[in-house]
């Protein structure tokens, strides 16, 4: 994994760090405080501890060495969330409901808590007065401070929050994924829908995401986890 080559914002492959280390990438959650997120948090510090293998993870197998993915050790966890239950915590209730294995939890507690400390307010919540564009402002700020606080190379923001209704037709306002997403875009930072909300998928949205070069999937892929679960 050591020798792959990092991909920039604008998806083109970044050139070797000079100082002989590894340019570290920002993982986004917007929802990081669900089930998701701090599963992928947790994961991600035992495989690197060594404290459990790579099970079922594709991209660790051999047709994708060289490929350019940053290595596992070389992400940075940070998101947005409305909720504030702490990651740490977050990990012991899905301990006790048999979604972690006992002792995870607290073999990475470090790692849960520096990811927690990168989350920020999400929104809009209820009664905010802030309008669309300066929750898309806001949001974009924290993506941006995130980036050169940790002196990341890049950073991707990925959708694992709630899924929401389907807007309605005569709604004025956009959806809470939407203004994720284009405060994605805003900062410069590739986006992956992982739920079925709206997201980018809005016809401002994909215009923009479009003209900007910006690399973007998705449209929902906890469907094939909870068939995985069930």
Known sequence: MAGRQPVNNDGNASQPRTDGRTARTGVWFVGARGSVATTAVAGCAAVTAGLHPPTGMVTETPPFHGTGLPPLDSLVFGGHDTADCPLPKRAEHLTGAGVLPHGLAS???????AADEEIRPGGPLPGDRCSDEELITHFAADLTSFRVRNALARVVVVNVSSTEPLPAPDAVRLPPSSLYAAAALRAGCPYVNFTPSTGLRT???????????????GRDGKTGQTLLRA
Not at 203 to 217: C, E, F, N, R, W
């Open 107 to 113: 073999a990475v507690r470090a790692e849960l808590q």
């Open 203 to 217: 016809p401002v949205l994909t215009d923009a995401a479009a003209a900007s070069g910006l690399p973007h999937a």
